[in-house]
């Protein structure tokens, strides 16, 4: 007797749960707006602000600005922050929840619980292994294999490299250097000669690079995650020559790429790496789904890899990117600016003044995004849990060896 | 025999006739951490033969300079018995405002004291929370920390703009018969602060507030006024660090200060001061920060697991702590005098 009482209890409550989740979106119709929260774990670099301000821009822009009530909830680099976050927004009954989770497991529980309350969960950059929801991200796309070939190519198969890493013990970082040595490992002409954690900032690069200089003066190229502008610096600091380098998405390393006096000192190389345009894309998708204009089931999808060898940089006159251009003079952004914050397809509604103060760009409507996505790869411990990666996990998929091991 | 005379006989016997005592122990540390310093060096070429070098000792100096300049600051709040929790705030507050003020808008160099006078500002609101509202230092400064950072994401929108003004590129990057000109800058900054902590009235007032409050206002010491100026000058110290921050890596970020505050509190400790307050040598904490940044770059250069380098890493340190506590030095001496006795 106590026992079906109880099960009527829950069967109520899910049918209320469920009711809610179904009819969220006639309400929307009906003058409510969307509750969608912007989960950030850490703010305080150039990517995440970016990353975080275009949301916020294209929260503001018609129609959404009459939609959309966005939070944005700040909750620190340890996860017990986010969980807690995540709770407090499934109480509040969100519709969505647009995230850069801190960490890929530590928060699947709580998401979970949050699918059952009928939130969808869209994840930017970072991913987890929880498969309720939706991770946006570039990390399929073989950033460090790519990467890692062009300046194998540049260096023709040999000569003394640094690998400047990301955070220690993070899996986005582990999954770069790996996809970076699958290819090193092949040329026994290359040796690595230092390998060093920068955490993804310029200052901590150009101090570590300075350090590994001390070490090995003598170094012939550097395969750097975010920062690698730091890296520039450190070779500039010793007065010498510079040396072929592959990098992310700095406005200061694209400039230096392009510039024929540090081509003659011996830059070479290519930009690469995460954007912050992710969580715009993401964003759009979310509302896509919410507004019943697109129906996608969870899946982990791909945001393309950018790729500008030094050859295919193009300095921008305007504030977008317009007519393939994809870097901004120095002087309208700092140089620790990551410039693939904007995209003249999937986010033709931003402008840079977007990207640095989260503003919407007057006159512009959002524009729907293309029709297809691209599911990207299983990726164990990153975007899924016991699964099987695909047998050509580390495929180069951006350029082609011009040297054979 | 009175018991007066034999109370000075007694006395008389007693007296220290050691030489050693003739340099105090601070001294002693502070000799033994930069020997400590020129071993590693000279040891590192073992790991790696590009080591070792004059170039590696500029380097170190260079990469040491920000951590002399701000455990100066944090040293004399530790001497009076604090501590100063909010120093990367400030360091990202200094780098802010300088590329915000300077580097990218309409001001010159001359506002450069302008910020500096916004970092001290920040120290004086923190030192009176401290002194007159009786907030744990720790806590005092903690709560800064909180709110200055918090300021400067809110005043950056995230992105801090501009570059770095002209004169902070001559000072980090400038370079004069061949020597960086940070290093210039460590050596006279090392004896300024050195003169300042152990050669004017204001030091001996600092020395003694750290020792017993109560004592040093019995002797007329101006406590009020000594207890807030260590952290103005720690707030201030911090604020250049920033902006020698931003000239060496010509911008700033709103994380450029995250690195910098344990290192600070391990350069003064390490150098012999006192956690405790009271006692301590500038000298010696210039050792500390040139020791600490050594390990890095001789640890840098081990081609290991990140995980063993930081264990290794922390090993070193907790030996060089080790090896500079007092009793060794009194046992030493003890061991010193048994021989000589022996024989």
Same mark, same amino acid.
């Given at each position: ?405 | ?146 709110? $200055?950072?918090? #300021?400067? &994401?809110?005043? !950056?929108? =995230? %992105?801090?703009?501009? @570059? ?5 590129? /001559? ?114 904490? $210039?050792?500390? #920060?040139? &020791?600490?940044? !050594?390990? =890095? %770059?001789?640890?840098? @250069? ?5 995980? /063993? ?35």
């Amino acid at each position: 007797m106590k026992h079906s009482r109880l099960m009527l209890g829950a069967a109520l409550v899910a049918a209320t749960f469920g009711l809610g989740a179904a009819t969220t979106p006639v309400q929307a119709q009906d003058g409510k707006k969307f509750k969608i929260y912007l989960s950030l774990s850490y703010s305080g670099n150039a990517w995440q602000s970016e990353a975080a301000n275009i949301v916020k821009a294209l929260a503001a822009t018609p129609p959404y600005n009459e939609m959309v009530e966005l939070t944005e909830v700040i909750s620190g680099t340890d996860p017990q922050g986010q969980i807690s976050a995540y709770e407090s927004m499934i109480e509040a009954g969100a519709d969505g929840i647009v995230s850069f989770p801190i960490s890929s497991t530590a928060l699947n529980r709580t998401i979970r619980r949050g699918c059952d309350a009928g939130v969808l969960f869209f994840m930017y950059d970072a991913t987890v292994t929880q498969p309720c929801v939706y991770n946006i991200s570039y990390i399929t796309s073989g950033f460090g294999e790519n990467t890692a070939q062009a300046l194998v190519n540049e260096l023709g198969g040999k000569g003394k490299i640094f690998l400047s890493r990301g955070v220690p013990g993070n899996s986005v970082d582990k999954r770069h250097t790996d996809g970076a040595l699958s290819v090193f490992q092949k040329y026994p002409g290359i040796e690595v000669a230092a390998e060093y954690y920068s955490y993804w900032d310029d200052r901590t690069t150009q101090q570590e690079t300075a350090k590994a200089l001390v070490a090995h003066p003598d170094v012939d190229g550097i395969w750097a995650q975010a920062g690698e502008y730091g890296a520039i610096q450190a070779l500039l600091d010793k007065g010498g020559k510079l040396v072929p380098m592959t990098g992310e998405n700095s406005n200061g390393f694209r400039l230096a790429l392009a510039d024929p006096a540090m081509q003659e000192k011996g830059l070479r190389g290519v930009s690469a790496g995460s954007p912050p345009a992710q969580s715009g894309y993401a964003f759009k998708l979310m509302m896509e789904i919410l507004t019943k204009k697109r129906t996608l089931e969870p899946s982990n999808i791909e945001y393309p890899l950018p790729w500008v060898p030094a050859d295919s940089v193009k300095v921008c006159e305007g504030e977008t990117f317009e007519n393939g251009c994809n870097a901004f003079p120095d002087g309208v952004v700092p140089s620790s600016f990551v410039t693939e914050v904007l995209d003249p397809v999937l986010l033709p509604e931003l402008s840079i003044q977007s990207a640095l103060n989260g503003t919407p760009v007057e006159g512009a409507t959002i524009q729907p995004l293309p029709e297809e996505v691209k599911i990207g790869a299983n990726e164990p411990g990153i975007n899924c849990q016991d699964c099987e990666p695909p047998a050509d996990l580390y495929r180069l998929t951006k350029i082609e060896p011009t040297v054979q091991p | 025999m009175t018991p007066q005379t034999e109370m000075l006989d007694k006395f008389a016997a007693e007296r220290d006739t050691r030489k050693a005592r003739r340099f105090d122990r601070h001294t002693v540390s502070a000799v033994v951490v930069f020997a400590l310093c020129v071993l590693l060096i000279l040891a590192s070429r073992l790991v790696s033969p590009s080591l070792g070098s004059f170039q590696q000792v500029l380097t170190v100096m260079t990469l040491a300079s920000f951590l002399v300049v701000l455990s100066f600051g944090q040293g004399l709040v530790i001497l009076t018995g604090g501590l100063d929790l909010s120093l990367p705030a400030l360091i990202t507050l200094g780098g802010v405002l300088t590329t915000t003020w300077i580097g990218n808008g309409p001001g010159a160099w001359y506002l450069l004291p302008a910020v500096l006078a916004v970092c001290g500002g920040v120290g004086l609101a923190t030192a009176i929370g401290i002194v007159w509202l009786k907030v744990p230092p720790f806590i005092m400064t903690m709560a800064t920390s909180i709110i $200055v950072a918090s #300021a400067a &994401l809110g005043l !950056t929108n =995230g %992105t801090p703009r501009g @570059a770095s003004p002209e004169i902070l590129l /001559l000072l980090m990057k400038g370079s004069y018969l061949g020597v960086p000109a940070p290093v210039y800058f460590l050596v006279v900054f090392a004896v300024a602060g050195w003169i300042v902590q152990s050669r004017t009235v204001l030091g001996r007032y600092l020395y003694a507030l750290g020792t017993n409050r109560e004592a040093a206002q019995i002797a007329g010491v101006p406590v009020t006024l000594v207890s807030i100026l260590p952290y103005v000058v720690s707030a201030v110290c911090a604020g250049f660090v920033g902006m020698m921050l931003v000239g060496y890596a010509n911008g700033a970020t709103l994380r450029m200060g995250d690195n910098y505050l344990l290192p600070s509190i391990a350069a003064v400790v390490i150098g012999g001061s006192s956690i405790l307050g009271g006692s301590g040598n500038f000298a010696g904490t $210039v050792g500390g #920060a040139i &020791l600490l940044t !050594t390990v =890095g %770059t001789v640890i840098a @250069a081990i081609g290991l697991e990140q995980g /063993l380098r930081t264990i290794i890493e922390g090993a070193i340190i907790l030996v060089a702590l080790l090896l500079l506590r007092e009793e060794l030095f009194e046992r030493l001496r003890g061991l010193s005098a048994k021989v000589k006795s022996a024989g």
